[in-house]
C-alpha cells in the first residue's frame, strides 16, 4: 500500500494541516494519555510479531512503535536502552495521542491522515524533538473489516529513513493481519456456538453481538430495529445489565444478558417483551390511572409538562406556567385558581410550582394536603428532587402520587426509542440508524428532550438533503458525532495527571512526599504513575 501523493507533498499537506490546528514548531507537547483497554485485540495480535522484530533489531538504534486505530500509542519495543529514554521524553508513552494536532507530523499521525505508507526524514518532523529520528509507518488494514486497526512504525536515529525497513515493516504488517483475522474467526465462531445454544428454545427471541456481527432468531428479528442493536453493544460493556430496555418500536423488553467467554465486546441476549407492552407504546406514556394529587419532578427538558397532560387531559385542566407569570410580572393567585377549578370540576396543573413564593407554596400544601379523592385531580410539576427548597420537596412528599422523570444521560438503554419516537414526530419517513443511536447513547444531553429534538431536527434537515430517509450519525452536527462522557473521563484523567506532578514537584521528585500530600500511598501513586504515563 502506497500514498496517492508524492512524498513532498504528502509532507507539505501535513504541514499545513498541523500549523491550521496551532501546534507551534517549537511546542514540547505534554502526551495526552488515555485509557488504551479497547486496544487489546490489536496488542494480543501483534505482541508475538514484535517480539519476534525486535530480536531482529538487536544492536540497532531502531525502535518499533504500535498505535491503535485513534493513534493513541499501544506498544513501543527496542533493544537501545538510549533510544527507549529518547522516545519517552518525547511522549512515546502508552496511551499517549499521536494525531498530527497532537504530535505534529509523524510516521504515525501523518500514515492515520493518508492511510498508506509514509516516510518521514528526520528535518521533515514538524516538531523540533523528533528531527533526529527518520520514521517508516505503515496502516495495519484488518483483512475482515477493511477498516484500520492500527499503525506500525520504525523509528531510527538517522537523518533518512534505511530503505531495509520498508520490506521489514511491511512483512510485519502482513503477520499481524493474518493474526487479527484468524482471531476475527475464532471470536466469530465462539459468538456463534453460543448464539446457536440459546437459540434452542423457539419461545425466546435471541441475539447475538460481536465485533462486526449480529444475529438474530426469527423472533428477535420480528422484534428488532437496526437501532435496538446500538443499545444492545452498550449493554455488552455494562457490568450490570438493566433487567430491561426500552426498543425503538416502545416495547419494554426484559433481557438477560450471556456474555461470551474468551471474546471481548460480544454478548448473548435473550429478549422476552412484557405482555402488557404487547402492543407498541410511546417510551415517554404513563400508566393511565389517575391520582388525586400528583407530583411530577424533573429536570427541565425532561418532559414533565407532557407527563402531566397525561395525568389530566389539557382540554380538561386549567394550568397555570408560574415561570411565564412571574416573566409577565403577573404573580399567580393559587387561591383563586384552585377555587374556580374546584367550582367547574376542572383539573389544575401547577408548572413550576417550586418557584412559587413562600405564601403561595404554603397554600398549594394545604389544599395537596387535604385534597380528597372525589375531587378534580392536582398535579404539581417542579425541578428535580434533590434540588427543591425544603418547602418545594414537602410539597411533593405530600402527594399521593410521586413521579420522578431522569434525565436522559441516565437513560441509555431507552435512547434508541426515545430517539426514534422524536423522529417519528419530526418526520415519520425517516428512521434512525445503528450508527446514530451509538451517537445518542455517547452524548450527556444537558438539555434532555429539548436539545435532543433541536439535534434530531438539523439531522433530519440533512439526511433528507442527502436524499436519505435514514439518519445516520454523519447528519448529527460534529460536536455530537463524538462521545462527551470519553471527553469528561479524558479530563478527570488530565486533571489527576496534572495533581500528580504538583505534588512530585513541590516533594522535589520524592514520591513517599508525594503520596502523603496526595493523601494515598506510595503503591497506589507508583500505580497511577504508570497507568497515566507520568
Not at 151 to 159: L, N, P
Not at 226 to 247: K, M, Q, W
Not at 465 to 491: C, M, N, Q
Request: aromatic share 2%.
Amino acid at each position: 500500500m502506497t500514498t496517492s501523493l508524492p512524498h513532498r507533498d504528502v509532507i507539505a499537506a501535513s504541514w499545513q494541516r498541523v500549523a491550521s490546528s496551532g501546534l507551534q514548531r517549537d511546542a514540547r507537547p505534554v502526551p495526552n494519555v488515555s485509557d488504551i483497554a479497547s486496544a487489546d485485540p490489536l496488542l494480543d495480535a501483534a505482541r508475538p510479531v514484535l517480539a519476534r522484530a525486535v530480536e531482529i533489531l538487536s544492536g540497532t538504534e531502531t525502535a518499533l512503535l504500535l498505535v491503535d486505530s485513534e493513534s493513541r500509542m499501544v506498544a513501543r519495543v527496542s533493544a537501545d536502552t538510549t533510544l527507549e529514554n529518547r522516545l519517552s521524553d518525547a511522549g512515546a508513552v502508552d496511551g499517549a495521542a499521536f494525531g498530527e494536532d497532537a504530535m505534529g507530523t509523524t510516521a504515525l499521525g501523518t500514515t492515520a491522515e493518508v492511510r498508506g505508507d509514509v516516510v518521514i526524514n528526520g528535518g521533515e518532523h514538524y516538531l523540533e524533538q523528533f528531527r533526529s529520528l527518520s520514521c517508516f509507518g505503515r496502516p495495519i488494514i484488518h483483512p475482515a473489516t477493511r477498516r484500520l486497526a492500527g499503525i506500525i512504525c520504525m523509528t531510527e536515529v538517522a537523518d533518512r529513513v534505511n530503505p531495509l525497513s520498508v520490506p521489514l515493516i511491511r512483512g510485519l504488517v502482513d503477520d499481524i493481519a493474518e493474526r487479527l483475522l484468524n482471531r476475527t474467526h475464532t471470536d466469530h465462531r465462539a459468538v456463534v456456538s453460543a448464539f446457536e445454544r440459546a437459540s434452542a428454545r423457539r419461545d425466546t427471541a435471541v441475539a447475538a453481538v460481536g465485533d462486526d456481527l449480529q444475529l438474530t432468531n426469527s423472533l428477535a428479528a420480528q422484534l428488532l430495529a437496526p437501532g435496538d442493536f446500538g443499545t444492545l453493544a452498550l449493554l455488552v460493556g455494562e457490568r450490570n445489565a438493566p433487567p430491561a430496555i426500552t426498543l425503538v418500536s416502545g416495547v419494554v423488553a426484559d433481557v438477560a444478558v450471556d456474555r461470551v467467554p474468551g471474546v471481548r465486546h460480544a454478548a448473548v441476549f435473550r429478549l422476552r417483551p412484557r405482555i402488557e407492552d404487547a402492543v407498541p407504546a410511546s417510551p415517554l406514556r404513563l400508566p393511565s390511572e389517575i391520582a388525586a394529587t400528583t407530583a411530577i419532578c424533573g429536570e427541565a427538558g425532561t418532559g414533565r409538562t407532557t407527563h402531566a397532560y397525561t395525568r389530566v387531559p389539557p382540554e380538561d385542566a386549567t394550568t397555570i406556567d408560574v415561570a411565564a407569570s412571574i416573566l409577565d410580572g403577573s404573580p399567580v393567585d393559587v387561591a383563586a385558581v384552585l377555587r374556580t377549578a374546584r367550582m367547574s370540576g376542572r383539573g389544575v396543573i401547577i408548572d413550576g410550582a417550586d418557584l412559587l413564593d413562600e405564601r403561595s407554596m404554603r397554600l398549594l400544601h394545604a389544599a395537596v394536603a387535604g385534597r380528597g379523592s372525589s375531587d378534580p385531580a392536582l398535579v404539581v410539576v417542579t425541578g428535580p428532587v434533590e434540588s427543591l427548597s425544603s418547602p418545594a420537596a414537602a410539597l411533593t412528599a405530600c402527594c399521593t402520587r410521586r413521579i420522578i422523570l431522569p434525565p436522559l444521560r441516565q437513560r441509555t438503554t431507552e435512547l434508541a426509542s426515545i430517539g426514534q419516537e422524536v423522529l417519528q414526530r419530526i418526520d415519520s419517513r425517516v428512521k434512525l440508524q445503528s450508527d446514530a443511536a451509538d451517537a445518542l447513547v455517547c452524548q450527556e444531553w444537558p438539555g434532555n428532550l429539548i436539545e435532543l429534538t433541536i439535534v434530531l431536527r438539523r439531522a433530519v434537515d440533512s439526511a433528507l438533503a442527502r436524499g436519505s430517509r435514514a439518519v445516520g450519525a454523519i447528519d448529527f452536527p460534529e460536536e455530537y458525532r463524538g462521545s462527551t462522557r470519553a471527553s469528561k473521563l479524558l479530563g478527570l484523567e488530565q486533571a489527576e495527571r496534572q495533581a500528580i506532578r504538583e505534588a512530585l514537584d513541590v516533594a522535589r521528585g520524592n514520591k513517599s512526599h508525594a503520596a502523603s500530600a496526595l493523601g494515598i500511598s506510595r503503591t497506589t501513586l507508583y500505580a497511577r504513575i504508570r497507568a497515566l504515563g507520568i
